[in-house]
Protein backbone atom coordinates (compact mmCIF):
# COMPACT_ATOMS: atom_id res chain seq x y z
CA UNK A 1 0.00 0.00 0.00
CA UNK A 2 0.53 4.10 -0.51
CA UNK A 3 3.65 4.32 2.22
CA UNK A 4 4.80 8.05 3.00
CA UNK A 5 7.37 9.23 5.90
CA UNK A 6 7.97 12.91 6.40
CA UNK A 7 11.27 13.87 8.26
CA UNK A 8 13.41 16.75 8.38
CA UNK A 9 10.79 19.26 10.35
CA UNK A 10 12.17 21.27 13.64
CA UNK A 11 12.46 24.77 15.33
CA UNK A 12 14.32 27.31 13.38
CA UNK A 13 14.59 31.00 14.00
CA UNK A 14 12.92 33.38 11.49
CA UNK A 15 14.64 33.89 8.13
CA UNK A 16 16.21 30.26 8.76
CA UNK A 17 16.22 26.99 6.28
CA UNK A 18 15.01 23.27 7.04
CA UNK A 19 14.51 20.86 3.98
CA UNK A 20 11.97 18.29 4.08
CA UNK A 21 12.27 14.62 2.80
CA UNK A 22 9.37 12.24 2.13
CA UNK A 23 10.16 8.82 1.34
CA UNK A 24 7.34 7.22 -0.31
CA UNK A 25 6.72 3.45 -1.61
CA UNK A 26 3.84 1.09 -2.34
CA UNK A 27 3.45 2.60 -5.60
CA UNK A 28 5.13 3.74 -8.88
CA UNK A 29 6.70 7.09 -7.26
CA UNK A 30 8.25 8.46 -10.45
CA UNK A 31 4.10 8.17 -12.05
CA UNK A 32 1.90 10.48 -11.16
CA UNK A 33 2.04 14.80 -9.32
CA UNK A 34 3.31 14.72 -5.75
CA UNK A 35 2.27 17.52 -3.32
CA UNK A 36 3.53 19.06 0.07
CA UNK A 37 0.42 20.11 1.94
CA UNK A 38 0.65 22.17 6.11
CA UNK A 39 -1.80 22.56 8.65
CA UNK A 40 -1.43 25.59 11.44
CA UNK A 41 -2.45 25.66 14.66
CA UNK A 42 -6.34 26.04 14.59
CA UNK A 43 -6.44 26.14 10.67
CA UNK A 44 -6.98 23.64 8.11
CA UNK A 45 -5.25 22.07 5.35
CA UNK A 46 -3.44 24.54 3.26
CA UNK A 47 -1.59 23.36 -0.20
CA UNK A 48 1.72 24.12 -0.65
CA UNK A 49 3.29 23.19 -3.24
CA UNK A 50 3.22 20.44 -6.04
CA UNK A 51 5.62 18.71 -8.62
CA UNK A 52 4.05 16.40 -11.53
CA UNK A 53 5.92 14.12 -13.58
CA UNK A 54 7.11 16.86 -16.29
CA UNK A 55 9.30 17.89 -13.29
CA UNK A 56 6.96 20.97 -13.49
CA UNK A 57 6.24 23.34 -9.93
CA UNK A 58 3.73 25.07 -8.67
CA UNK A 59 3.32 27.03 -5.64
CA UNK A 60 0.71 29.11 -3.21
CA UNK A 61 1.16 32.64 -3.20
CA UNK A 62 2.70 32.36 0.19
CA UNK A 63 5.50 30.32 -0.22
CA UNK A 64 6.50 31.64 -3.88
CA UNK A 65 10.29 32.46 -4.12
CA UNK A 66 11.38 30.72 -0.68
CA UNK A 67 10.01 27.18 -0.90
CA UNK A 68 11.19 24.79 -3.94
CA UNK A 69 9.93 21.33 -4.52
CA UNK A 70 12.13 18.53 -5.63
CA UNK A 71 11.86 14.95 -6.62
CA UNK A 72 14.36 12.31 -7.18
CA UNK A 73 12.62 9.24 -8.81
CA UNK A 74 15.52 7.08 -8.25
CA UNK A 75 15.21 7.51 -4.47
CA UNK A 76 11.42 7.67 -4.33
CA UNK A 77 11.80 11.02 -2.23
CA UNK A 78 10.05 14.48 -2.16
CA UNK A 79 11.59 17.34 -0.81
CA UNK A 80 10.73 20.46 -0.06
CA UNK A 81 13.49 23.34 0.62
CA UNK A 82 12.26 26.21 2.52
CA UNK A 83 14.21 29.50 3.30
CA UNK A 84 13.48 32.56 4.62
CA UNK A 85 11.17 31.16 6.63
CA UNK A 86 8.47 33.18 8.69
CA UNK A 87 7.02 32.57 11.93
CA UNK A 88 3.81 31.67 9.32
CA UNK A 89 4.75 29.28 8.11
CA UNK A 90 4.75 27.22 11.68
CA UNK A 91 2.58 24.02 10.73
CA UNK A 92 2.60 20.55 10.51
CA UNK A 93 4.24 19.68 6.71
CA UNK A 94 2.57 16.65 5.27
CA UNK A 95 3.13 15.06 1.76
CA UNK A 96 0.53 13.70 -0.42
CA UNK A 97 -0.24 11.35 -3.43
CA UNK A 98 -3.96 12.17 -3.97
CA UNK A 99 -5.77 11.93 -0.86
CA UNK A 100 -3.09 9.90 0.94
CA UNK A 101 -1.03 12.14 3.49
CA UNK A 102 1.96 10.76 5.64
CA UNK A 103 2.01 11.32 9.23
CA UNK A 104 3.60 14.93 9.00
CA UNK A 105 6.53 16.91 10.27
CA UNK A 106 6.38 19.83 12.61
CA UNK A 107 8.14 22.94 11.38
CA UNK A 108 8.08 26.08 14.09
CA UNK A 109 9.43 29.24 13.26
CA UNK A 110 10.05 31.11 16.73
CA UNK A 111 12.99 33.16 18.09
Known amino acids: QVKLVESGGGLVQPGGSLRLSCAAS????????MSWVRQAPGKGLEWVSS???????YYADSVKGRFTISRDNFKNTLYLQMNSLKPEDTAVYYC?????RGQGTQVTVSS
Open 51 to 57: INTSGST
Open 26 to 33: GFTFSRGT
Open 96 to 100: RKDLI
